[in-house]
């Protein structure tokens, strides 16, 4: 039973329901189902047979973790085998047992077999969302547009990296004639009939021939790109390369030419052709670089700087006009410039709407995105649902544009024009520190500052605590985005102040403490809604330990099921950042008169659900 669970959670690519699903696997080669009950390829199921109790706990700690490398979207393929009777190039469970016995915690025992950007991601989304990418339900055709399209259109220009179909240049989202041509080449080269429309069996080929061709099924996956890693490379790519470093150098391209007209619109083929060559030597000239179309460590250095320039601080230029609905909604999870459209007149209509909090604008729709979604909804009378449909596309549109062209002054002190980051130091760095110190009144969790001047780690810390509870890239600089935020939030937190600890909490507690507690967690399950639902009847039973529980693990804390200082000033501060935009006054002061434990509490050491599993494993093997 352990070594079944070990194989059914200890990765991705061992984790049927998520790697079988975000490849498409079944649909894609005409079958009707997503996962098959034969264990030979995925883990067989019977419904309603005995379970062992432990495993059954830790199967509902750590189902919703899964690895995956940094700056990417898909599942990692943990490929891994005992490492006696087989061998393999993924984790070996016999030499992992080995490496524990020496010491190395579970994600040195990770990164020890797989590559060192590999992490540990967390959700609550599984196969619901993770289904569409199966075929809308409609065929796409020439006049078609919208997000399928689009994402038919990078599929195809992957395809055209190792097939000799012709790629499309500019895959924005619209089916044109060029998108036709493509379509009926790839129907030509596969069999199919060559009408250029992308039917249900055209769209499951596609499917099944792009995950092909990146190798997402494999230990070798090029990756689809979302981001990018904390360091530049350090392998020099040229003409004729390919590989995952070629994937992430169009990636960072493709970007960059949206705001720099001199630099050619590169075609995500993961191939380096003569394309990809002429968008380096116009960035090379660009940067006053040596122009000799080679990325070397001095290039990837100058593409990560601007890439991150790009994301943070630089807006996109205003649409002309109106910009036409793309056809599906955007909703938690969507990622495309339609989102960031929509996250820029968002923060245009925060500046006169404050009750909308400001986002940045990544084209990612997270948290913060529907948080302000939603505050939109509200204001102006639509249903507060957080999804952008044609309604409330319009709508923000049409508020957008009937603002004055001159917001009115907030009477804030101006962003310095630069950031500020470890090391920095004069006024703008006291001006900071001041504010977070005024901040962390109501919310605790950051941590107290002395006003010096001088941004040392204790600073850098504080505004990555701040950056996380605003739903802001916690990175610790602060931008422009950064900078506003602190600004406007010390601004509007005048004579209040958070409630004290009120004193250790754990199960058998009771009173307003556990009241309060309660509530903090019912108003945060808006952003975290894989918190359980409490009665806040102010006893602490299993049911509030277990809600305790996954508050904790989804802030990386230590999942004890106590609340003690740590956990309390987290509940408080994540509680208010959500209600802020709403909530009156007394929400921050919290309830008075507080009954409490007198009892200590000695925080355990800090164990991540895959550590857990990782000792799993070593304590069976010392059982065998």
């Not at 802001?472 to 010390?490: E, F």
Request: net charge positive; proline share 7%; hydrophobic share 35%.
């Amino acid at each position: 039973m352990c070594f079944q669970l070990f194989r059914f959670l200890s990765g991705s690519g061992v984790f049927p329901p998520r790697r079988r699903i975000s490849t498409v696997w079944y649909r894609s080669r005409g079958k009707t189902y997503d996962i098959t009950n034969h264990t030979g390829f995925d883990q067989y199921f019977i419904n309603g047979r005995e379970i062992y109790a432990n495993i059954g706990r830790i199967v509902d700690e750590i189902f919703n973790n899964f690895l995956r490398r940094q700056g990417r979207r898909e599942p990692f393929f943990a490929e891994y085998c005992d490492g006696r009777i087989a061998q393999c190039p993924g984790l070996k469970q016999w030499g992992s047992q080995d490496l524990a016995l020496r010491g190395y915690t579970p994600i040195q025992i990770l990164h020890y077999y797989y590559p060192k950007d590999l992490q540990i991601f967390q959700t609550n989304t599984f196969i619901t969302d993770e289904a569409k990418q199966t075929f809308p339900g409609s065929s796409l055709k020439e006049g078609s547009t919208g997000e399928n399209v689009r994402k038919m259109q990078m599929y195809l220009n992957r395809i055209s990296g190792n097939w000799y179909i012709q790629p499309i240049p500019n895959p924005n989202g619209v089916f044109g004639p060029e998108t036709t041509r493509t379509v009926k080449e790839f129907q030509r080269i596969f069999n199919l009939i060559p009408d250029g429309i992308i039917g249900r069996t055209t769209w499951y080929d596609i499917t099944r021939i792009y995950v092909a061709a990146k190798k997402l099924a494999e230990l070798t996956s090029e990756g689809e790109r979302i981001s990018v890693g904390a360091a530049p490379p350090t392998v020099t790519v040229r003409l004729n390369d390919r590989g995952e470093y070629v994937v992430e150098l169009q990636f960072i391209l493709a970007l960059i030419s949206g705001f720099f007209p001199t630099i050619p619109l590169v075609i995500q083929d993961g191939v380096f052709k003569e394309n990809t060559r002429q968008a380096v030597l116009a960035f090379q000239r660009q940067y006053g670089m040596t122009a000799d179309g080679v990325v070397g460590p001095g290039t990837w250095q100058k593409l990560y700087e601007v890439y991150h320039s790009v994301r943070k601080d630089v807006p996109l230029p205003p649409s002309p006009g109106i910009p036409a609905y793309p056809g599906v909604p955007l909703r938690e999870g969507s990622e495309s410039n339609d989102v960031r459209i929509m996250q820029n007149n968002l923060n245009d209509i925060a500046a006169i709407h404050p009750s909308i909090p400001r986002v940045v604008a990544d084209g990612k729709f997270g948290p913060a995105t529907r948080s302000a979604v939603m505050a939109f909804q509200r204001l102006f009378g639509l249903t507060a649902d957080g999804v952008i449909g044609s309604n409330t596309w319009y709508r923000i549109i049409d508020i957008r544009n009937s603002l004055p062209s001159t917001p009115p002054s907030t009477g804030l002190p101006p962003y310095p024009g630069t950031a500020l980051r470890f090391g920095s130091r004069g006024n703008d760095v006291t001006t900071v520190q001041n504010r977070l110190n005024t901040v962390r009144r109501v919310f605790p969790a950051i941590p107290a500052l002395t006003a010096d001047g001088s941004f040392g780690p204790a600073t850098q810390t504080a505004v990555t605590a701040f950056q996380r509870i605003f739903g802001l890239t916690a990175d610790g600089v602060v931008g422009p985005n950064t900078w506003n935020k602190i600004m406007s939030v010390s601004q509007n937190l005048s004579g209040l102040t958070a409630p004290a600890f009120p004193g250790t909490m754990r199960v058998g507690s009771r009173g307003a403490g556990v009241t309060a507690a309660q509530r903090y967690l019912n108003g945060i399950r808006g952003r975290y809604p894989s918190i359980q639902t409490l009665v806040t009847d102010g006893s602490f039973g299993p049911v509030t330990q277990s809600a305790v529980m996954t508050f904790q693990r989804l802030l990386g804390l230590n999942p004890d099921g106590v609340v003690g200082p740590l956990t309390w000033n987290m509940l408080v501060s994540m509680y208010n950042s959500i209600n802020m935009g709403t909530a009156s006054a007394a929400a921050f002061v919290g309830d008075a008169d507080y009954e409490t434990e007198t009892a200590s509490h000695k925080p355990a050491g800090q164990n991540s659900p895959m550590q857990m599993l990782l000792m799993m494993q070593l304590l069976r093997s010392r059982m065998w």
